[in-house]
């Protein structure tokens, strides 16, 4: 039983254009949300995330969105840039659960084409 | 600089044969967890440490066990290796737990023959 979902196993995009990756989850009560990255023969590193009590967060490049009723985010790299090339993973956490579970998905590999 | 240190990086061990796969880390963080990741697949977290709480997921076989001396290292034994137990595997740690951030190690890919 997938609950997190990244349906995109890959993503090509040009340089200086926008990366939009998606995720979805089925579990209404997560309410705490990450985006990690990864690189080859690296651990996956901490990118962004947002509470289910906000609808964006930005970092610099990095914009995440929430849509609760869809069940849905994404997150935006504007302008993409070839260092951005990774295995990006999105995950959900349930934080009143009283367990320390990190939900994730199978990430989506982003290729940036120079 | 602060890590999180796996070792080995490869593991190959027998069908059967027990290994034991060490993490430490220079963060001082009270969560320490251990996480499979198959091919293609999410990480799926098998066991997390608060302090020297440990705390079992429901679905982690029997044949993973886990250790944690002190503060600094945590050990995954996997007592009789399967073919299905090959995959990466990733240490991770977090300050207070809860959906504070996570650091991971770079992981140990585990070969079974």
């Known amino acids: 039983d997938q609950q997190v979902k990244q349906n995109s196993p890959s993503l090509s995009v040009q340089e200086g254009r926008i990366s939009i990756l998606n995720c979805d989850y089925t579990?209404?009560?997560?309410?705490?949300f990450l985006w990690y990255k990864k690189y080859p023969a690296e651990g996956p590193t901490f990118l962004i995330s947002?509470?289910?009590?906000?609808d964006k967060n930005e970092d610099g490049r990095f914009t995440v969105f929430l849509n609760k009723s869809a069940k849905h985010l994404s997150l935006h790299i504007v302008p993409s840039q070839p260092g951005d090339s990774a295995v990006y993973f999105c995950?959900?956490?349930?934080?009143?659960?009283?367990?320390?579970?990190?939900?994730f998905g199978t990430g989506t590999r982003l290729t940036i084409i120079p | 600089d602060a890590m999180v240190i796996q070792n080995p990086r490869y593991q190959v061990t027998q069908f059967g044969k027990p290994v034991t796969l060490s993490c430490s880390q220079t963060?001082?963080?009270?969560?320490m967890y251990w996480y499979q990741q198959k091919s293609s697949q999410a990480p799926k977290l098998l066991f997390h440490?608060?302090?020297?709480?440990?705390?079992n997921e429901a679905d982690t076989p029997d044949n993973f066990q886990s250790r944690r001396p002190n503060t600094s290292f945590c050990f995954l034994d996997i007592r009789s290796p399967g073919l299905g137990d090959a995959a990466m595997y990733l240490c991770?740690?977090?300050?207070?737990?809860?959906?504070?951030?996570?650091?991971f190690g770079p992981g140990t890919r585990l070969t079974v023959l």
């Open positions: 991770a740690t977090s300050k207070r737990g809860g959906s504070d951030t996570q650091y």
């Open positions: 579990n209404s009560m997560f309410d705490y």
């Open positions: 947002i509470s289910s009590i906000k």
């Open positions: 995950a959900a956490f349930r934080s009143n659960f009283g367990n320390e579970k990190l939900t």
């Open positions: 963060l001082n963080h009270n969560v």
């Open positions: 440490y608060y302090d020297k709480d440990f705390n």
